[in-house]
């Protein structure tokens, strides 16, 4: 019988889904016969343990909620051909779906016009389209001549490489991809939007069925076009737009290409699709704050107390993991980036980096100490870690800082600077005792007269 349950827990560990946040994921098409040319998509997704449902936009039973709760942790679209997604995929129910911390990803396509709700929908969240939505992205030096030798309208450029020297590089690696008919989209001054992968130096953009454009039509070339975005929200809630959606086909995820150099290759899209989708849904670039501590630093003193006193001797220490595909991992601050400590009032008394003190199996402890400020009031310790591609860390304790107690206040001879007063002090008492002393002790001057007759 024990043996029974120890298989039926290692079969439930397998089928486990590799996302931090869950395993109900949604996919949406305009018409599902078109899921046969995503099959091995799907495929690569079931296998890392999702639990992929595959639905109509048309559908009357769809619905991405359910007594109030979200009724799919992750949300794939697909792009329609109809102007929008359905009474249950508006952008406001979609939005909800990301404020309910839902995972969205979108995929767009230059084939089609991209439809009016979308582009509302992309448009609230600062990622804009062009005007004319049926524009693609063409470049004449970076292209496959096997398939767009005339058009020039499938591009083949190299896998992004380290997106920022202090962020970890979630989609590095070596090889080419493919991206047939992609919708360029450009990004706005949100902070709160990173690229993924821009478009070459050589690239722009225009509508095929009106012709080849004057130079002074073209809205925006080069690296001002985005093929790959990601939008990650205050609450950690991740979206991402990827330019097209043919490379996410069967045909083009193990295609050969051959660029205008005579270079021929194979193509890393499905690499970069895995990559992508673990990204997307949460399987990387996600941070968990393990445990926080405060405490006096003093041989047995009270951990994370309410009440400090100013000029006190703190430590701090916080314990983060990070999850890799299917397992907490110790987290590792990118490149020149630093984990800082606040201690702040209405502003900062002090910021901190905190140093990495030890490891453990899942986790890395950070840690610092320092000297609570000659301030009394209400003070927190905080540390907000916010950086691209990485979920945020927002820890906040509240402790009180009061003055020293009566009796807590250094006697006035152990004040070095206080030595000249005390001596004053003492010197006019002695003074004074030596004024008495004389005077007590001594005898008045007596004149002797000589007495007459």
């Given at each position: 019988m024990r043996w029974c349950l120890a298989l039926l827990i290692c079969c439930l560990a397998v089928v486990n889904a590799l996302s931090s946040s869950g395993s109900r994921l949604l996919a949406i098409l305009e018409d599902t016969e078109q899921k046969d040319l995503y099959s091995t998509l799907w495929a690569d997704l079931e296998a890392r343990g999702y639990d992929v449902s595959i639905e109509s936009s048309k559908s009357e039973?769809?619905?991405?909620?359910?007594?109030?709760e979200r009724a799919y942790d992750h949300l794939l679209i697909l792009p329609p051909k109809s102007k929008g997604l359905g009474p249950s995929l508006t952008p406001k129910h979609i939005l909800d779906f990301m404020n309910k911390d839902g995972n969205i990803l979108l995929a767009l396509s230059g084939k089609t016009a991209t439809s009016s709700a979308i582009s509302s929908l992309l448009l609230e969240l600062d990622i804009h389209l062009s005007t004319d939505r049926?524009?693609?992205?063409?470049?004449?030096f970076n292209y496959d001549t096997l398939s767009a030798a005339e058009k020039h309208d499938v591009l083949v450029?190299?896998?992004p490489g380290p997106l920022r020297s202090d962020v970890k590089a979630f989609f590095d690696g070596e090889g080419v991809l493919a991206l047939p008919r992609v919708a360029p989209q450009t990004l706005g001054d949100s902070a709160l939007l990173s690229p993924i992968l821009r478009a070459p130096a050589t690239a722009y953009s225009y509508n095929p069925k009106e012709g080849m454009p004057a130079a002074e039509d073209i809205l925006a070339t080069g690296s001002q076009l985005n093929i790959v975005s990601a939008m990650q929200a205050r609450?950690?809630?991740?979206?991402?737009?990827?330019?097209?959606?043919?490379?996410?086909?069967?045909?083009?995820?193990?295609?050969?290409?051959?660029?205008p150099s005579g270079k021929k290759t194979s193509t890393v899209n499905r690499e970069f699709a895995?990559?992508?989708?673990?990204w997307a849904f949460k399987?990387?670039?996600?941070?968990k704050v393990d445990k926080v501590e405060h405490r006096l630093a003093t041989e047995g003193a009270e951990l994370n107390p309410s009440i400090y006193r100013i000029k006190n001797e703190t430590i701090y220490s916080i314990e983060v993991s990070e999850y890799v595909y299917d397992k907490w991992v110790p987290f590792d601050v990118p490149g020149d980036d630093a984990l800082q400590l606040e201690f702040t009032m209405l502003s900062p008394f002090h910021r901190l980096t905190l140093q990495p003190t030890h490891r453990t199996d899942t986790s890395t402890v950070f840690s610092t100490q320092f000297v609570t400020p000659d301030q009394h009031g209400i003070f927190s310790f905080r540390v907000n870690y916010k950086r691209p591609f990485l979920t945020s860390i927002e820890e906040k304790h509240e402790v009180t800082n009061?003055?020293?107690?009566h009796d807590e206040y250094p006697r006035s001879w152990a004040i070095t600077g206080g030595w000249v007063w005390i001596a004053g002090l003492w010197s006019v008492i002695g003074g004074f005792l030596a004024f008495v002393i004389v005077w007590l002790y001594s005898a008045p001057v007596t004149d002797t007269l000589k007495k007459t007759q």
């Open positions: 039973q769809l619905a991405l909620f359910k007594h109030g049926s524009q693609v992205v063409v470049d004449h450029l190299q896998r609450n950690s809630a991740r979206f991402t737009v990827l330019g097209s959606v043919e490379s996410l086909e069967d045909k083009w995820f193990s295609a050969s290409v051959k660029t895995k990559q992508l989708t673990a399987e990387t670039g996600v941070l009061r003055h020293f107690a």
